[in-house]
């Protein structure tokens, strides 16, 4: 009776799709590995790490207190450089996510500039959406089609295969009821159709293609922004190809960003590949707000940081001397050596 409630057979060339795509993700590439630390899901866990961290400074930057004139006590350079590295960090680890997929070479021999991108599997849907049928949907999953039936073969207990616990039903997961109509219902919501259709030979809707393209036509823009003004020291008339919305990028404009990178990303990661659920907030141990009410030097030791500055600010005031001012011409380090000599201050402990 098992015979009749088979999972189908998926088509060979997105089972092997789906199998890169599940460790681009975050699956392991072998049951003996962890994943990659430089997955998908990996790079986005950081980024909305970073976005929580920096709600806690700009939220703790508004309770500051406050001086006379009303205005706050705080560090204007501190915060100056807070605000920078975060946008620049998160621009980047967008533009990492927005690149082109670059595969591993067939040579070994050749350089592997290979990379892990959103991107890259967005473009691989696109490509192959003929592919997303629901007979292959619930095969790459080893998931059986038709749910009534397995449900009389359970309630017959004919189902003597490898366990797993549904309620108090043991059952393989395969031939599980509740999830197949979990599988059914997902499908059907974003193929857009009735919710109590199971055509084996359904496929996603046209109105989530758009919607995947719509999304990746805004996060293109911001990849844009990230190469003319983060990546890259782009001239005036580069940045004027710019759409002038995005010639500037405010933090409410990057919360907009990676929330919608998360969504397209949970979209294809849940829906489309692994059928899992994801928490993009990692879990941090501990309390996140710890030592948050303490100053990081105490007043005594403000005037040690005068100082510091003052030995850095005559330190680079040193950098932009003319060559005439050094004595006995350029240091040693700068000087050419003559070939098959060693420079006195490279690698010779003994030096001077």
Same mark, same amino acid.
């Given at each position: 009776?098992?015979?009749?409630?088979q999972?189908?057979?998926?088509?060979?060339?997105?089972k092997?799709?789906?199998?890169?795509?599940?460790v681009?993700f975050?699956?392991?590439?072998?049951?003996?590995?962890?994943p990659?630390?430089?997955?998908?899901?990996?790079?986005?866990?950081?980024?909305?790490?970073?976005?929580?961290?920096?709600?806690?400074?700009?939220r703790?930057?508004?309770?500051?207190?406050?001086?006379?004139?009303?205005?706050?006590?705080?560090?204007?350079?501190?915060?100056?450089?807070?605000?920078t590295?975060?946008?620049?960090?998160q621009?980047?680890?967008?533009?990492k996510?927005?690149?082109?997929?670059?595969?591993p070479?067939?040579?070994?021999?050749?350089?592997?500039?290979?990379?892990?991108?959103?991107?890259?599997?967005?473009?691989?849907?696109?490509?192959?959406? =003929? @592919?997303?049928?629901?007979?292959?949907? &619930?095969?790459?999953?080893? !998931?059986?089609?038709?749910? +009534?039936v397995?449900?009389? $073969?359970?309630k017959?207990?004919?189902?003597?295969?490898?366990?797993?616990?549904?309620?108090?039903?043991r059952?393989?997961?395969?031939?599980?009821?509740?999830?197949?109509?979990?599988?059914?219902?997902?499908?059907?919501?974003?193929?857009?159709?009735?919710?109590?259709?199971?055509?084996?030979?359904?496929?996603?809707?046209?109105?989530?293609?758009a919607?995947?393209?719509?999304?990746?036509?805004?996060?293109?823009?911001?990849?844009e922004?990230?190469?003319k003004?983060?990546?890259?020291?782009?001239?005036?008339s580069?940045?004027? =190809? @710019?759409?002038?919305?995005?010639?500037? &990028?405010?933090?409410?404009? !990057?919360?907009?960003?990676? +929330?919608?990178?998360?969504? $397209?990303?949970?979209?294809?990661?849940?829906?489309?590949?692994?059928?899992?659920?994801?928490?993009?907030?990692?879990?941090?141990?501990?309390?996140?707000?710890?030592?948050?009410?303490?100053p990081?030097?105490?007043?005594?030791?403000?005037?040690?940081?005068r100082?510091?500055?003052?030995?850095?600010?005559?330190?680079?005031?040193?950098?932009?001397?003319?060559p005439?001012?050094?004595?006995?011409?350029?240091?040693?380090?700068?000087?050419?050596?003559?070939?098959?000599?060693?420079?006195?201050t490279?690698g010779?402990?003994?030096?001077?």
């Open positions: 009776m098992l015979d009749m409630v999972p189908p057979v998926p088509d060979a060339k997105f092997r799709l789906v199998e890169r795509w599940r681009e975050g699956d392991p590439p072998r049951p003996d590995a962890e990659d630390l430089h997955c998908i899901n990996y790079q986005i866990y950081n980024m909305v790490l970073n976005a929580a961290v920096f709600k806690l400074i700009a703790s930057r508004s309770l500051a207190a406050r001086r006379a004139d009303g205005s706050l006590r705080v560090n204007g350079l501190f915060h100056r450089f807070i605000d590295n975060y946008m620049h960090t621009m980047l680890s967008l533009r996510l927005l690149e082109n997929r670059k595969d070479p067939s040579d070994p021999n050749k350089k592997d500039n290979s990379v892990y991108s959103l991107k890259g599997i967005v473009d691989d849907v696109l490509e192959n959406i =003929q @592919l997303f049928t629901r007979e292959n949907v &619930f095969g790459v999953r080893g !998931m059986c089609l038709d749910a +009534e397995c449900e009389a $073969l359970v017959a207990k004919e189902l003597g295969l490898p366990l797993s616990t549904c309620g108090s039903i059952l393989a997961a395969s031939h599980d009821p509740f999830w197949i109509r979990q599988l059914h219902k997902t499908f059907n919501q974003v193929a857009g159709l009735d919710l109590s259709s199971t055509a084996a030979s359904d496929s996603l809707s046209d109105e989530s293609l919607w995947v393209n719509h999304e990746m036509h805004y996060l293109w823009w911001v990849y922004h990230c190469n003004f983060i990546a890259h020291a782009a001239t005036e580069s940045r004027r =190809q @710019l759409a002038e919305e995005y010639r500037s &990028f405010a933090f409410d404009k !990057m919360d907009q960003t990676i +929330e919608r990178l998360c969504r $397209l990303a949970s979209f294809l990661d849940i829906c489309l590949v692994r059928d899992t659920s994801t928490q993009y907030l990692p879990l941090v141990p501990g309390d996140p707000c710890e030592h948050m009410d303490v990081l030097v105490e007043t005594v030791h403000v005037d040690e940081l100082r510091e500055w003052r030995a850095f600010d005559q330190e680079v005031a040193k950098w932009s001397e003319s005439a001012v050094w004595r006995g011409g350029p240091p040693p380090e700068a000087r050419p050596t003559a070939p098959g000599t060693r420079s006195p490279a010779d402990p003994a030096a001077g």
